[in-house]
Each structure stands twice: as C-alpha cells, then as structure tokens.
C-alpha cells in the first residue's frame, strides 16, 4: 500500500469514528504490518493536508480525531441554538483546584477553598467523567485521592495536563475556573448533563458550609483565587506519601 492510499484509510477512518481513535487502533486498520513512527508520521501528513479547512485533525489525550475548528463554532452553534448551563464556580474550583493540584483528596480541596465540599459536587463531576478517585491516602480514614481523566482532557481538546490555561499568578490572566468555564463551553461538543443530573442542579451553586466554625472566629483561608480573581495556588506538600494505586474488582 503506497503512502496516499494509507492516508485515505487513515481518514476514512478517522472522520468515520464517533470517538478518538489510539494509535494501536489506527494501526490496527494495517493489520499492524505499519509501524507506530509511521502511522504517526501519516497522520501528520494528513494533518498539514487539512490546514485552511473548516475541519482538522487534532491529537488529544485518548487519542486523534477530526473536529471542526473553534473560530467555527458560532456558526455551527445555530443548528443546535440551545446552550448547555454553564457550570457553577463551586464546581469549577472543585475541578480546578483537581486539575492544577492532583492528586488531591477532598479535604485538600476543602483547605483551599476555605468551604466543605458537598458530596454532590464531587459526584457531578465523576458522574460527567471529567474526574475518578485513583487510589487512597495513608492516613487516618484513606481518603480518596482525585485526578482529571482523558475524557475531561478531549472535552478541553488537549493532549496532556501541560496543555491547560497557565496560572499566570499576578498577572492578568482570568481565574482558572473561569478559562476552564470557556474551554469547556468552547471545546465540548457535547456538554449535556448526565441523565442523572438535572441542568438546574448542576448550574446551580450548591449549599456549601465554612469549613471552620463561626465565621467571626474564622482564621483566613488559602484560597485559590486572590482579590483581584488571579489564581493563587499553593506549593504541594513534599511530604505528601504518593497515590496508592487501588485493587482491580473482579
């Protein structure tokens, strides 16, 4: 098979697909008789083939798929004019503080933000697949320690966590929960809740409670915004005993 007919089966395949497809995957369509360097360097090509089209190929964390151009976007929006409920600042620093400082466990994210950390933001996000308990602390009650998935990374149309908004601490960056609510409207094409989820539970800020007793009495936080809405997060924990990874279920 000459280079142009690979492309083609690259393509077909890939605008065929209705997720990203991996490397093996792709190699798959050649019954592996093509090297990985060599699918990659293909899919490169095709890549450059697509540059000044409506369409373009994109490498993300699960994988590589077609998908139509930001700049596009508004436009493609007037078919499908209902907007997906934009999510809650409660959730987004949840989700940022995950993003920026995993693995963290709930009491981790609970010193950041200064507030307790309803057990139905935590669910909201595992039930949408952007986060998943990845193993336990050892310490007192192994708490669950909480990372991103690839699905959250594809749904920001990133590859890797080094992709995501820099937190450019005193500058004048927007807040990180704030370039995460833009990626994500902008990116996901399909940000519909989970069928378990009503839109208004989750645009919602939920009932959150101090963290510490009377606000009178309350000890300033760290916080992951400043006054002036910059991120600002502390330095993880050298001591923190790393993930421990969980045991399969059978």
């Known amino acids: 098979m000459n280079t142009q007919d690979a492309k083609r089966v690259l393509e077909t395949a890939l605008i065929c697909a209705s997720q990203p497809l991996t490397l093996r995957e792709l190699r798959s369509l050649f019954a592996d008789e093509l090297g990985a360097d060599t699918v990659r360097s293909l899919l490169d090509e095709l890549s450059r083939d697509w540059e000044g089209k409506g369409v373009e190929l994109v490498a993300l964390a699960s994988g590589w798929r077609f998908q139509s151009r930001p700049e596009l976007r508004e436009y493609l929006d ?7 409920p934009r999510y809650s600042r409660a959730v987004l620093e949840t989700l940022a503080i995950i993003a ?43 708490p669950a320690l909480y990372a991103t998935t690839k699905s959250f990374l594809d749904d920001l149309g990133l590859a890797s966590l080094e992709q995501l ?7 004048e960056a927007p807040p990180a929960f704030e370039a995460l609510q ?15 989820a009503s839109a208004e539970t989750l645009a ?19 916080s992951l915004f400043g006054d002036d809405g910059t991120p600002a997060l502390p330095n993880p924990d050298p001591t923190d005993p790393p993930p421990q990874p969980q045991p399969e279920s059978a």
């Open 78 to 84: 007037r078919l499908h004019p209902e907007k997906p």
């Open 100 to 142: 920026y400082r995993q693995p963290v466990t709930r009491g981790d994210i609970e010193d950041i933000r200064g507030v307790v950390v309803a057990s139905q933001i935590v669910k909201q996000l595992e039930d949408r697949g952007w986060i998943e308990a990845i193993g336990h602390r050892e310490t007192p009650g192994r």
């Open 165 to 171: 908004p820099a937190l450019d601490i005193g500058g």
């Open 182 to 196: 833009g990626q994500l409207l902008d990116n996901s094409e399909d940000a519909e809740l989970p069928a378990e």
């Open 204 to 222: 919602e800020t939920p009932a959150e409670i101090p963290a510490e007793p009377p606000a009178e009495e309350i000890v300033p936080s760290l």
